[in-house]
């Protein structure tokens, strides 16, 4: 009895291990076929970017092919103009002379001097843009930190006032003129006649106290 126990212990055990190893084997397929396909799939991205690397530099050198064309021909260009120029002028030939004698050769530019002094005139005139776009851009920068100085300060003057107190206050009271009585009036109109005698005009003295004119008076009388 405990040697059939032992072997169905044994076949158990076997089984077991059986299983156990198919699992392994599972396994181990399923890994290599999980690293067969990222090893396809980063394969077909390598090509993707070699394709578009390739495509990338026949762009390239067609662009270079086609400034190259663009610059001999506007080489040529200026080569037909310098010519056309120098028919217009209708300069002498180098074998004739203005003297018939045989003047000196001219010196004309060669393609590389023509392509030198296009070349510096675009570089120039990329210089000079770059110039007006840089000031544009300071310019409109300057403007908006203006605005935003003034939206600052628009915020902070709302700010303060709201922040001031605006219960238990007293109303400003009016200034009202205050009334003057004929005394007092009569008393200003004595003074500024005092400090001015010369304007004074005939019989406007009759109601002061002393009941003398002043000699302006007099006077003033005897002229009228």
């Given at each position: 009895?405990?040697?059939?126990?032992?072997?169905?212990?044994?076949?158990?055990?076997?089984?077991r291990r059986a299983v156990e190893e198919a699992a392994r084997q599972k396994a181990e397929q399923e890994e290599a076929q999980r690293r067969a396909k990222e090893e396809a799939k980063r394969k077909v991205e390598e090509e993707a970017k070699q394709a578009e690397e390739?495509?990338?530099?026949?762009?390239?050198?067609?662009?270079?092919?086609?400034?190259?064309?663009?610059?001999?021909?506007?080489?040529?260009?200026?080569?037909?103009?310098?010519?056309?120029?120098?028919?217009?002028?209708?300069?002498?030939?180098?074998?004739?002379?203005?003297?018939g004698q045989g003047a000196p050769e001219e010196k004309k530019m060669s393609v590389e001097e023509l392509k030198e002094k296009a070349a510096l005139d675009a570089s120039l005139w990329a210089r000079k843009q770059a110039a007006v776009r840089k000031q544009a851009k300071v310019e409109k920068q300057g403007e908006g930190l203006l605005k935003a100085a003034r939206r600052q300060k628009r915020d902070w003057v709302q700010q303060w006032v709201q922040a001031l107190p605006t219960g238990d206050l007293e109303p400003v009271p009016e200034n009202k003129p205050e009334k003057v009585r004929p005394a007092q009036k009569e008393a200003m109109a004595r003074r500024k006649r005092t400090r001015s005698p010369t304007l004074t005009p005939p019989g406007s003295e009759a109601g002061d106290s002393d009941g003398q004119r002043g000699p302006a008076g007099g006077q003033h009388t005897e002229q009228g």
């Amino acid at each position: 009895k405990r040697e059939a126990e032992e072997a169905q212990q044994r076949e158990e055990e076997a089984a077991r291990r059986a299983v156990e190893e198919a699992a392994r084997q599972k396994a181990e397929q399923e890994e290599a076929q999980r690293r067969a396909k990222e090893e396809a799939k980063r394969k077909v991205e390598e090509e993707a970017k070699q394709a578009e690397e390739a495509e990338r530099l026949r762009k390239e050198e067609e662009d270079a092919k086609q400034k190259r064309d663009e610059e001999a021909k506007r080489v040529a260009r200026l080569l037909e103009l310098e010519q056309a120029r120098r028919e217009a002028e209708q300069l002498p030939t180098p074998e004739e002379g203005a003297n018939g004698q045989g003047a000196p050769e001219e010196k004309k530019m060669s393609v590389e001097e023509l392509k030198e002094k296009a070349a510096l005139d675009a570089s120039l005139w990329a210089r000079k843009q770059a110039a007006v776009r840089k000031q544009a851009k300071v310019e409109k920068q300057g403007e908006g930190l203006l605005k935003a100085a003034r939206r600052q300060k628009r915020d902070w003057v709302q700010q303060w006032v709201q922040a001031l107190p605006t219960g238990d206050l007293e109303p400003v009271p009016e200034n009202k003129p205050e009334k003057v009585r004929p005394a007092q009036k009569e008393a200003m109109a004595r003074r500024k006649r005092t400090r001015s005698p010369t304007l004074t005009p005939p019989g406007s003295e009759a109601g002061d106290s002393d009941g003398q004119r002043g000699p302006a008076g007099g006077q003033h009388t005897e002229q009228g």
